[in-house]
């Protein structure tokens, strides 16, 4: 199990201290999930598999403090929720919004408030970034609960 620890633990140092060209960081967070998927978490789950969301995490360390690789990988393990193509797909991939919609239209068109009752879109947005973190990257939006709201 420590052969896994020894690929993965010096790549993702060697791109954080940018010691990688920038045009493989991406490539080279792909293959640590690799390597990591034959590990266990410390949780005693299986880590993500989702390179790009590792490398978006990695992007938010101190770029000038030491980084402690240990600690990244077990906060991208626990606090890694999804990754979502668009906005859109984010807001109906984390609420019940497109059923939500669907009832609402159908109470709305029954007592002939069309015109006047719509969801608020911005709102349940600000409510999602307000509890979890969205990072960009990889041509992707990446979804990490916030530190307090671990599951």
Known sequence: MEGG????RPALTEVHDGRVPADLQRW???LATYSLASMPAET??????????????????DPDGPLD???LVEDWS?????SYRTLEDMLQGMTH???????????AE?????DFVSIDRDAILDEITAEHTVLDAGGRLHVFLGAGNQE
């Open 5 to 8: 620890r020894d690929l993965w």
């Open 28 to 30: 080279t967070c792909w």
């Open 44 to 61: 005693g789950g299986v880590h993500p598999s989702d390179g790009d969301a590792l490398h978006a995490l990695l992007d938010t360390a």
């Open 69 to 71: 690789v240990e600690h």
């Open 78 to 82: 626990q606090r890694y929720h999804e």
């Open 97 to 107: 919004l497109e059923d939500a919609e669907r009832k609402m239209v159908a109470i």
């Open 110 to 114: 029954a007592y002939h408030l069309s």
